[in-house]
Protein backbone atom coordinates (compact mmCIF):
# COMPACT_ATOMS: atom_id res chain seq x y z
CA UNK A 1 0.00 0.00 0.00
CA UNK A 2 1.27 3.55 -1.11
CA UNK A 3 0.15 6.83 -0.04
CA UNK A 4 -0.33 9.25 -2.97
CA UNK A 5 -0.09 13.01 -2.26
CA UNK A 6 -2.28 15.42 -4.24
CA UNK A 7 -2.57 19.48 -3.84
CA UNK A 8 -4.12 22.05 -5.54
CA UNK A 9 -4.12 25.71 -5.77
CA UNK A 10 -6.10 27.92 -7.99
CA UNK A 11 -3.31 30.42 -9.05
CA UNK A 12 0.62 30.50 -10.15
CA UNK A 13 0.79 33.16 -7.33
CA UNK A 14 -0.44 30.63 -4.83
CA UNK A 15 1.60 28.19 -2.87
CA UNK A 16 1.01 24.78 -2.34
CA UNK A 17 4.03 24.54 0.04
CA UNK A 18 2.06 23.81 3.35
CA UNK A 19 -0.04 21.18 1.68
CA UNK A 20 2.73 19.81 0.57
CA UNK A 21 4.91 19.59 3.82
CA UNK A 22 1.63 18.41 5.69
CA UNK A 23 1.97 15.67 2.94
CA UNK A 24 5.12 14.76 3.96
CA UNK A 25 5.02 14.90 7.29
CA UNK A 26 2.61 11.82 7.31
CA UNK A 27 4.67 9.85 5.32
CA UNK A 28 3.92 10.71 1.16
CA UNK A 29 7.09 10.57 -0.84
CA UNK A 30 7.97 13.68 -2.75
CA UNK A 31 7.74 11.79 -5.64
CA UNK A 32 4.34 10.32 -4.92
CA UNK A 33 3.18 13.97 -4.81
CA UNK A 34 0.54 14.80 -7.95
CA UNK A 35 -0.31 18.83 -8.17
CA UNK A 36 -2.96 20.67 -9.99
CA UNK A 37 -2.19 24.89 -10.67
CA UNK A 38 -5.93 25.18 -11.85
CA UNK A 39 -9.34 26.79 -10.42
CA UNK A 40 -12.14 25.49 -8.70
CA UNK A 41 -13.72 25.72 -12.06
CA UNK A 42 -12.69 22.61 -13.51
CA UNK A 43 -14.09 19.18 -11.84
CA UNK A 44 -11.64 17.28 -10.64
CA UNK A 45 -11.21 14.77 -13.41
CA UNK A 46 -10.21 17.90 -16.13
CA UNK A 47 -7.39 18.49 -14.34
CA UNK A 48 -4.03 17.34 -15.47
CA UNK A 49 -2.32 16.29 -11.84
CA UNK A 50 -5.29 14.71 -11.01
CA UNK A 51 -5.64 12.60 -14.08
CA UNK A 52 -1.79 11.44 -13.62
CA UNK A 53 -2.63 10.59 -10.06
CA UNK A 54 -5.57 8.53 -11.44
CA UNK A 55 -3.83 7.10 -13.79
CA UNK A 56 -0.81 6.17 -11.44
CA UNK A 57 -2.75 5.22 -8.71
CA UNK A 58 -3.13 1.14 -8.23
CA UNK A 59 -5.88 -0.97 -5.51
CA UNK A 60 -4.89 -0.68 -2.10
CA UNK A 61 -3.37 2.53 -2.17
CA UNK A 62 -4.35 5.72 -0.28
CA UNK A 63 -4.46 8.93 -1.94
CA UNK A 64 -3.76 11.71 0.69
CA UNK A 65 -5.03 15.57 0.70
CA UNK A 66 -4.24 18.30 3.41
CA UNK A 67 -8.35 19.19 3.18
CA UNK A 68 -11.12 17.29 1.77
CA UNK A 69 -11.69 20.49 -0.46
CA UNK A 70 -8.85 19.90 -2.72
CA UNK A 71 -10.33 16.84 -4.59
CA UNK A 72 -13.42 19.66 -6.04
CA UNK A 73 -15.28 22.51 -6.84
CA UNK A 74 -18.01 21.71 -5.33
CA UNK A 75 -19.14 18.90 -2.35
CA UNK A 76 -20.76 17.11 -5.34
CA UNK A 77 -17.33 16.86 -7.16
CA UNK A 78 -15.78 16.44 -3.92
CA UNK A 79 -18.02 13.38 -3.52
CA UNK A 80 -17.63 12.32 -7.25
CA UNK A 81 -13.87 11.82 -6.74
CA UNK A 82 -13.92 10.09 -3.50
CA UNK A 83 -16.42 7.72 -5.49
CA UNK A 84 -14.16 7.33 -7.75
CA UNK A 85 -11.56 5.97 -6.12
CA UNK A 86 -13.54 4.08 -3.28
CA UNK A 87 -15.12 2.33 -6.62
CA UNK A 88 -10.92 1.46 -7.92
CA UNK A 89 -10.52 -0.15 -4.16
CA UNK A 90 -7.89 3.45 -3.64
CA UNK A 91 -8.72 4.95 0.08
CA UNK A 92 -9.06 8.28 0.28
CA UNK A 93 -7.37 10.68 3.76
CA UNK A 94 -7.70 13.75 4.26
CA UNK A 95 -5.86 15.43 6.99
CA UNK A 96 -7.27 18.23 8.27
CA UNK A 97 -10.63 17.38 8.08
CA UNK A 98 -9.98 13.91 9.79
CA UNK A 99 -11.03 11.94 7.08
CA UNK A 100 -9.62 8.33 7.50
CA UNK A 101 -11.34 5.61 5.86
CA UNK A 102 -9.44 3.01 7.78
CA UNK A 103 -10.94 4.35 11.06
CA UNK A 104 -15.00 4.65 11.93
CA UNK A 105 -15.14 8.22 12.42
CA UNK A 106 -13.10 8.70 9.25
CA UNK A 107 -16.46 6.47 7.60
CA UNK A 108 -18.83 8.44 8.87
CA UNK A 109 -17.61 11.47 7.48
CA UNK A 110 -17.67 10.40 4.10
CA UNK A 111 -20.99 9.00 4.98
CA UNK A 112 -21.75 12.35 5.95
CA UNK A 113 -20.50 13.96 2.61
CA UNK A 114 -22.32 12.29 0.57
CA UNK A 115 -25.67 12.45 2.39
CA UNK A 116 -24.97 16.76 1.97
CA UNK A 117 -23.62 15.94 -2.03
CA UNK A 118 -27.33 14.02 -1.95
CA UNK A 119 -28.81 17.19 -0.73
CA UNK A 120 -26.82 20.04 -2.73
CA UNK A 121 -28.15 17.83 -6.12
CA UNK A 122 -31.64 18.46 -4.67
CA UNK A 123 -31.64 21.86 -3.78
CA UNK A 124 -29.89 22.82 -7.49
CA UNK A 125 -32.60 20.81 -8.92
CA UNK A 126 -34.85 22.75 -7.35
CA UNK A 127 -33.90 25.98 -8.12
CA UNK A 128 -33.84 24.67 -12.09
CA UNK A 129 -36.96 23.67 -12.11
CA UNK A 130 -38.49 27.41 -9.96
CA UNK A 131 -36.26 28.90 -12.99
CA UNK A 132 -38.00 27.19 -15.32
CA UNK A 133 -41.62 28.08 -13.90
CA UNK A 134 -40.86 31.58 -13.51
CA UNK A 135 -39.71 31.87 -17.23
CA UNK A 136 -42.37 29.91 -18.04
CA UNK A 137 -44.45 32.31 -16.80
CA UNK A 138 -43.21 35.36 -18.07
CA UNK A 139 -44.11 33.70 -21.49
CA UNK A 140 -40.61 32.32 -22.28
CA UNK A 141 -41.14 29.02 -24.88
CA UNK A 142 -38.93 25.80 -24.34
CA UNK A 143 -38.53 23.21 -27.36
CA UNK A 144 -38.46 23.13 -30.68
CA UNK A 145 -39.14 27.06 -32.20
CA UNK A 146 -42.97 27.39 -34.56
CA UNK A 147 -42.50 27.01 -37.90
CA UNK A 148 -44.03 29.91 -39.95
CA UNK A 149 -46.61 27.51 -42.30
CA UNK A 150 -46.04 30.00 -45.35
CA UNK A 151 -42.42 29.50 -45.33
CA UNK A 152 -42.83 25.80 -44.75
CA UNK A 153 -45.36 26.08 -47.53
CA UNK A 154 -43.02 27.28 -49.61
CA UNK A 155 -40.44 24.42 -48.67
CA UNK A 156 -42.49 21.92 -49.42
CA UNK A 157 -43.22 23.25 -52.80
CA UNK A 158 -39.47 23.10 -53.56
CA UNK A 159 -39.17 19.73 -52.10
CA UNK A 160 -42.32 18.25 -54.52
CA UNK A 161 -40.42 20.16 -57.55
CA UNK A 162 -37.19 18.31 -56.62
CA UNK A 163 -38.66 15.13 -55.65
CA UNK A 164 -40.82 15.30 -59.33
CA UNK A 165 -37.59 15.61 -61.07
CA UNK A 166 -36.02 12.69 -59.65
CA UNK A 167 -34.20 13.47 -56.55
CA UNK A 168 -34.78 11.31 -53.86
CA UNK A 169 -36.56 12.57 -50.56
CA UNK A 170 -33.36 13.06 -48.53
CA UNK A 171 -31.75 14.98 -51.45
CA UNK A 172 -35.01 17.11 -51.80
CA UNK A 173 -34.95 17.88 -47.93
CA UNK A 174 -31.35 18.94 -48.26
CA UNK A 175 -31.70 21.54 -50.79
CA UNK A 176 -34.53 23.28 -47.85
CA UNK A 177 -31.96 22.72 -44.81
CA UNK A 178 -34.42 19.61 -43.69
CA UNK A 179 -33.70 16.28 -42.94
CA UNK A 180 -35.65 13.44 -44.19
CA UNK A 181 -37.67 13.18 -41.08
CA UNK A 182 -38.34 17.01 -40.97
CA UNK A 183 -39.54 16.27 -44.29
CA UNK A 184 -42.04 14.07 -43.15
CA UNK A 185 -43.53 15.52 -40.44
CA UNK A 186 -44.35 18.73 -42.63
CA UNK A 187 -45.76 16.68 -45.16
CA UNK A 188 -47.87 15.23 -42.23
CA UNK A 189 -48.62 18.54 -40.68
CA UNK A 190 -49.50 19.82 -43.87
CA UNK A 191 -51.43 16.89 -44.82
CA UNK A 192 -50.10 17.33 -48.33
CA UNK A 193 -49.14 13.57 -50.39
CA UNK A 194 -46.20 14.85 -51.69
CA UNK A 195 -44.36 11.54 -53.07
CA UNK A 196 -41.93 9.87 -50.54
Not at 6 to 30: E, H
Not at 143 to 161: N, T, W, Y
Request: aromatic content about 6%.
Amino acid sequence: MRLLGYTRVSTSNQDAQLQLDALLLIGVQKRDVFADVTSGSKAAAARPGMQRLLDYAERGDTVVVWRVDRLGRSLIDVLNTVNGFRDAGINVRSISDGIDPATSTGRLMLNMLATLAEYERELIIERVNAGIAVARGSGTRFGRPISDPAVSSEKLEIVARARASGKTAEQAAQLVGWSRATLYRHQQNHATNFPT
